[in-house]
């Protein structure tokens, strides 16, 4: 008796341990699809002149970045990413899935709003880790 019980609860543990490694998983997932619109929205831009520095004949010594492949592409990308993923939320797909969700509207949610600012709160702190 002892032994199935132990058995069983060892089950319930794995399958509770999948379902938050899901959460997360999908949690990257809503993480990459905001990035994916910021850099949808993102605006052509020229390359970084670096060349700040004039050497002993008075020529410009430095380098010249690509944007595209920059740090501060980088960093305005994500910058306020977080605050962004506030605007998620965790919704269930059916019994044993569920997906983040961009609320758009939070007075329209079908769900209980309370429920669902800790779960956006939640996605804040896995996009801030």
């Known amino acids: 008796m002892a032994r199935s019980m132990l058995w069983l609860?060892?089950?319930?543990s794995i399958?509770?341990?999948a379902a938050c490694i899901d959460v997360k998983c999908a949690a990257c997932n809503a993480v990459a699809s905001e990035l994916e619109i910021q850099l949808s929205k993102e605006k052509p831009r020229n390359h970084l002149?670096?060349?700040h520095r004039l050497d002993s004949k008075g020529q410009r010594q430095g380098k010249v970045?690509?944007?595209?492949?920059s740090e501060l592409r980088a960093v305005e990308l994500l910058d306020g990413l977080c605050e962004k993923m506030q605007?998620?939320?965790?919704?269930k797909i059916d019994s044993s899935r569920r997906e983040w969700m961009?609320?758009?509207?939070w007075d329209i949610l079908t769900i209980d709003?309370?429920?669902?600012?800790?779960?956006s709160?939640?996605?804040?702190?896995?996009?801030g880790s």
């Open 102 to 105: 961009k609320v758009d509207n």
């Open 121 to 127: 709160n939640d996605i804040s702190s896995f996009c």
């Open 9 to 12: 609860i060892s089950i319930f």
């Open 15 to 17: 399958f509770s341990i």
């Open 65 to 69: 970045i690509d944007y595209r492949m």
């Open 49 to 51: 002149d670096m060349r």
């Open 87 to 91: 605007d998620y939320t965790l919704e």
């Open 113 to 119: 709003k309370q429920e669902a600012k800790a779960y």
